[in-house]
């Protein structure tokens, strides 16, 4: 069982920067290939970022592409969401999720296994 607590989400006018953070409980990160993902009122929840789980692969939804960076920190059991150049239609509920099957990433929520709670990020126009 992994635990995922996400946090770094708030309220920011566009333009501006955020880095969400997700913490796992996990005894070795490594062992898990990440994603993160969002879901905005009234949609269904989308794909925004996946890493490998050494890391050196990553992969972003096009309309992040640029914009976001994923990372992460097996010492520490932490995943990082950098976003920048914030968009009103980047608001959502940010979720963090892990795969214990995939080696590298996927865009499909299907083959994650672990999700946080969420946490909201809230951009102003």
């Known amino acids: 069982q992994v635990q995922l607590v996400e946090s770094g989400g708030g309220l920011v006018q566009a333009g501006a920067s955020l880095r969400l953070s997700c913490e796992a409980s996990?005894?070795?990160?490594?062992?898990?290939?990440m994603g993160w993902f969002r879901q905005a009122p009234g949609k269904e929840r989308e794909f925004v970022a996946a890493?490998?789980?050494?890391?050196?692969?990553?992969y972003y939804a096009d309309s992040v592409k640029g914009r976001f960076t994923i990372s992460r920190d097996n010492v520490k059991k932490t995943v990082y969401l950098q976003m920048n150049s914030l968009k009103p239609e980047d608001t959502a509920v940010y979720y963090c999720?892990?795969?214990?099957?995939?080696?590298?990433?996927?865009?499909?929520?299907?083959?994650?296994?672990?999700w946080g709670q969420g946490t909201q990020v809230t951009v102003s126009s």
């Open positions: 999720a892990a795969s214990t099957s995939l080696l590298f990433y996927s865009a499909s929520s299907d083959p994650y296994d672990y």
């Open positions: 996990a005894r070795t990160l490594s062992s898990y290939a």
């Open positions: 890493i490998s789980r050494s890391g050196r692969s990553t």
